[in-house]
């Protein structure tokens, strides 16, 4: 059983990613964090912790906030890696690989595919994910893919719609973005937060893109749009113009697309309030998996754009939900620190899920960052600073982790 309060005392080094009283305040050293339920009730110097029901030694480990996985593709059956084994061998990716995907999917059972998921969910976990947003996106027919955005709603903390992902075998490409608008989005409606578009070539081009994020912002659903992956494209303009939370993959821009970007922060700065702008979210795991250019991180961060790192776990371009491994690899191989890499991971997430605030709306309370009033999602590292996260790149770091004030891990 859980106790009412528990004190999480000698952590060495804590990085809130509280950005209040500023970025240099948000590292303590020799800290403790006080969970009463579900909330952080304290957090501050070790030295003046109050007394708890249960008490927990960090012995002198790194806390930081639980990973805030912003982008992740979980309710799916079926392995490609075959698709992967031929893409490392010279292949390269293509978004038509999602319709086998989509048959082993539609080929599931509801037992099948929940407990496929929980699978996943428990591993995010166990990497010291707290909290992720999964799309739908595998089942590309009215029934499919309220079947799966069903699914995804009893497991997931946010899901999005993302019945724009491929336009299914044997369907016309304008003929499936009107039903994309129309009784599937009426369908997925009571299951989702979210919309999403995979603006791409292969997949759907901006004008079917434009149709499909204006039909949902009307049905009142938050926007997001997977754009600029495999070449220049149409995604970032139009995740601009539509105001969305996000856009994801980032892996070509252009000068005018990073100035865009820029331009929907004015205002608004880390620790003040004001409304956010677009998140560019980078998947460094898919990146890697498809030998694309990573994505170019420290340009949009230099620019005044707040990135997300994600895993985009994926049965196609990235089967890993291993945040440290993006971490690590925003570090060693994108040119961030590993505060930025950490924030990009934890904050950026929940801005991006535009659940950074310490609002306790809908029972939501801020995830990605620790302060009172916030979520109880924390981990302990192995290691006794999260540096170590990249200086010992691939290692078993992840210690405990606590979502919602409950020991997962
Ligand atoms: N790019 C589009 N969708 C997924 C890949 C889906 C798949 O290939 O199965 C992604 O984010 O990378
Ligand atoms: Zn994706």
């Known amino acids: 059983m859980t106790p009412a309060s528990t004190l999480i005392t000698n952590i060495g080094e804590l990085s809130t990613q509280d950005y209040a009283q500023g970025p240099e305040a948000s590292v303590l050293r020799d800290a403790a964090v006080v969970f009463e339920g579900e909330r952080i009730s304290w957090i501050g110097a070790a030295a003046d912790a109050p007394a708890a029901d249960e008490t927990m030694d960090a012995g002198g480990r790194a806390g930081l906030p639980g990973w805030v996985d912003s982008h992740t593709h979980l309710v799916f059956a079926g392995d490609r890696s ?45 990497g010291g994910t707290t909290y992720l947003e999964t799309k739908t996106g595998y089942g590309l027919n009215v029934q499919e893919e309220q079947r799966s955005a069903r699914i995804a709603s009893t497991v997931a903390d946010q899901v999005t719609f993302l019945g724009a992902h491929l336009v299914p075998d044997g369907m016309d490409a304008e003929e499936y973005t009107d039903l994309v608008c129309t009784a599937m989005l009426t369908a997925v409606r009571p299951y989702v937060q979210w919309a999403d578009v995979f603006c791409e070539q292969g ?32 995604g970032v303009a139009l995740a601009v113009e539509f105001g969305a939370a996000s856009v994801d993959h980032v892996n070509y821009l252009s000068d005018d697309d990073v100035a865009a970007l820029a331009g929907t922060w004015t205002g608004w700065g880390p620790g003040r309030s004001g409304t956010p702008g677009t998140v560019a979210t980078c998947l460094p795991a898919c990146d890697l998996s498809t030998r694309a250019p990573l994505a170019d991180a420290r340009r949009l961060l230099d620019a005044g754009v707040p990135v997300a790192l994600a895993s985009n776990c994926n049965p196609g371009t990235s089967y890993t939900s291993s945040m440290t491994f993006c971490v690590a690899t925003a570090v060693l191989q994108m040119g961030l620190t590993v505060q930025e890499a950490v924030r990009a991971a934890t904050f950026g997430g929940a801005l991006a899920l535009r659940v950074h605030t310490g609002e306790d709306r809908d029972g939501q309370r801020a995830v990605g960052s620790l302060a009172v009033g916030h979520r109880a999602d924390l981990q302990l590292l192995n290691a006794p600073s999260a540096a170590h996260l990249a200086y010992r790149p691939g290692m078993p770091l992840t210690g405990s982790v606590w979502r919602a004030g409950v020991r997962v891990r």
């Open 203 to 234: 997949a759907f081009t901006a004008e079917q893109s434009r149709r499909v994020l204006a039909a949902c912002r009307k049905a009142g659903l938050g926007l997001r749009v997977h754009g600029n992956q495999l070449g220049y494209g149409a």
């Open 82 to 126: 075959a698709e992967f084994e031929a893409r490392m061998a010279g292949e390269s990716y293509a978004a038509g690989g999602i319709a086998v995907t989509t048959a082993a999917t539609r080929a599931a059972s509801d037992y099948d595919l929940t407990r496929l998921l929980l699978a996943r969910v428990a591993e995010a976990a166990a």
